[in-house]
Structures are given as structure tokens and as C-alpha cells.
């Protein structure tokens, strides 16, 4: 899990969206208002961009973020959240405390957590 990740505002353009995915190598970007996440925005979002008649420079977040994105506690369990992960076939899990953003799951920190585990149990096994 990543705390405290990046996050943009819904009025953010979409040009300004994808120079913070670019600058931190990040592929999702929770979108909050005062505070309080309400979606999400990923990389695959800004690309489909370029089919929209629209200037990403000018075009705001939310007219194309993901409104209700999937939201879990942080005591939530790791295979709880990889388990609605893949069946829904979320790319992340945003972590809410209080309804305020405290962290993000992706896909890429389910296949760490799954090399920790796949290591530990070889180690273990010999």
C-alpha cells in the first residue's frame, strides 16, 4: 500500500492529471473534494482522451473520472481486497480512514505482497 499518495482535485484539467501520473510513475489517481474521495482517475482514463472532442488542457477530471470507486478500511484484509480486486477487476483499492485518503492498493503492490508470500514459503519448504 502506498500512504498518503497523490490525489487531484475534480476542476484538475486532464493535461495537468496525467503530468502527476507521468513526474511520479503512477497509473491511479484518487480524486477528492474537500477532503472526501469521490473517484478515481487512471491512466487508462486520460489516454481514451483522445477520442473526446475536447483539449485535455481545458477538459476537468470530472467528466471522465470513475464516481464510487472501490473503497476499503484500513483494517480491511489483504485477501479480502485482493479477492473483490480480481473479481471485479479493480486495478486498485483506495484506503479511506474516517473518509479521508490515507492510502491506495494497486495491482502492483498485490503482486509484492504475493512475491513476499511466494518467498517466504519457499524459504520455508527448504
Known amino acids: 500500500m502506498t500512504r498518503q499518495p497523490y490525489s487531484i482535485d475534480e476542476q484538475t484539467s486532464i493535461a ?9 510513475n503512477i497509473r491511479h489517481l484518487p480524486v477528492v473534494v474537500n ?18 472532442k475536447a483539449s485535455p488542457e481545458t477538459l476537468q477530471v470530472k ?8 473503497t476499503v478500511d484500513p483494517n480491511t484484509t489483504l485477501d479480502e481486497v485482493a479477492k473483490q480486486m480480481a ?15 490515507v492510502g491506495i492498493f494497486t495491482t502492483v503492490d498485490a503482486c509484492r ?5 511466494l518467498e517466504n514459503y519457499y524459504l520455508d519448504s527448504e
Open 16 to 24: 495537468e492529471a496525467d503530468r502527476t501520473m507521468r513526474k511520479y
Open 63 to 70: 467528466f471522465i473520472l470513475h464516481e464510487q470507486p472501490y
Open 35 to 52: 477532503n472526501k474521495v469521490v473517484g478515481i482517475l487512471s491512466d487508462r482514463d486520460v489516454k481514451s482522451v483522445g477520442s473526446i
Open 113 to 117: 505482497a504475493l512475491s513476499t508470500v
Open 87 to 101: 473479481m471485479h477487476h479493480y486495478g486498485s483499492a483506495i484506503i479511506v480512514d474516517n473518509d479521508q485518503l
